[in-house]
């Protein structure tokens, strides 16, 4: 669809399979058809979504007021161990291709679904590896200043699911991304106990690229984590709610309430609480049900659309059951991971 079309369904193009139509969509297929969409789009004052695989979003049942541009852009270029790659190719292809290579950095970020500009936008991480930590550079254009630029890393803002593109959304759209993979033949120090378990190697070892990258696809279908079309638990956008990081007395203060909560503590003082814990406690089980919309029955973290006939209002139907009721139960409320578009939580 590289014209413009309107009244477009949102739904086919999320992985929740949720959301209503677009006023007009368009595939821009290069860097330059996106800066040329969205500026013409700016200055005709029409609101602009920039849309990528759809898997870190949800979208409301009335659809988007404005014009969808999709990221359909190509290419990949590589200068030694730094590769340049066009927002719109697929991620997990990339960390296939450089785990083939023998590159290592992202290859435990394997089977996270979605185009390589997204993964910028939220830090994309699991299993002990963020893009924060190979991302060289961020090639953007800036709609605040009508200009496209060469982000360094230390200008991103990178956090824990969060960056400067996550912080100001919508006003960077990120055409491409240069990453820097080492090409020493093994992985980055293996940094989760649960995937050094399943490698049977201590934290910290290395082992070759292609183990890890095998080793988190595992884990991560294990958990629904992977899409899969005959999965019905994998009809989601993935974590539904960030970790929460509290201060030093909100811990204390948790701590009164749950004795012994599980937690990591981070080095300037903060405590991260997993939210799936937090959630079960609550009494929110895996497979809890609401109407059509549901808790993956494999991954607490989860809030999906298992037979593809929830709407999005059904789904956050039950994620608001869920951050009440961990809200009233531990004082702690969580917050959403993707990206909500004519809607809220
Ligand atoms: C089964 C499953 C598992 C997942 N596992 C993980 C995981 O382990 N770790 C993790 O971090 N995430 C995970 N996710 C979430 C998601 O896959 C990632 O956040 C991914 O990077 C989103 O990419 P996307 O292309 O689908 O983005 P979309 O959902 O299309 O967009 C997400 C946001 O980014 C913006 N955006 C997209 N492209 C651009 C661009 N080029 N420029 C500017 N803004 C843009 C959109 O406007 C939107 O605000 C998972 C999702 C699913 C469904």
Redesign the pocket.
Known sequence: MTERVAGVRLAPY???GLGGPARAFVAAESAEQ?VELVAAADRAGEPV?????????VVSDEGFDGLVVR?ASRGIEIDGDRITVQ??ED?DALVARAVAEGRSGIEC?S?????V???P???????GQ?VSQTIAGVR?YDRKGGDVRDLPARECGFAY?HSV??EE??R????AVTYELAGDGLSGPVAYKELAGRLGVALGERVPPAEARAAVLEL?RGK????DADDPD?R????FFTNPILTAPEAAELELRAPGFPRWDMPDGSVKVPAAWLIENAGFPKGYRRGPARISTKHTL?MTNPEMSATTAELLDLAREVRDGVREKFGVTLVN???M?GTHL
């Not at 979504?49 to 979003?57: D, E, P």
């Not at 089977?111 to 185009?115: F, H, M, Q, R």
Request: no cysteine; glycine share 18%.
């Open positions: 999320t992985t929740l996106i979504l920039v849309l990528g695989g759809g898997s870190n979003l990221v927002a719109g991620w970020l089977g996270i679904p979605g185009l500009g997204s993964t936008i939220q830090n994309v991480g699991a299993y963020d953007v699911r593109f996550k959304l919508g960077y759209v990120v055409l991560r629904g984590m992977v899409l994998s989601s956008a993935g974590s989860a991971e993707p990206v578009v």
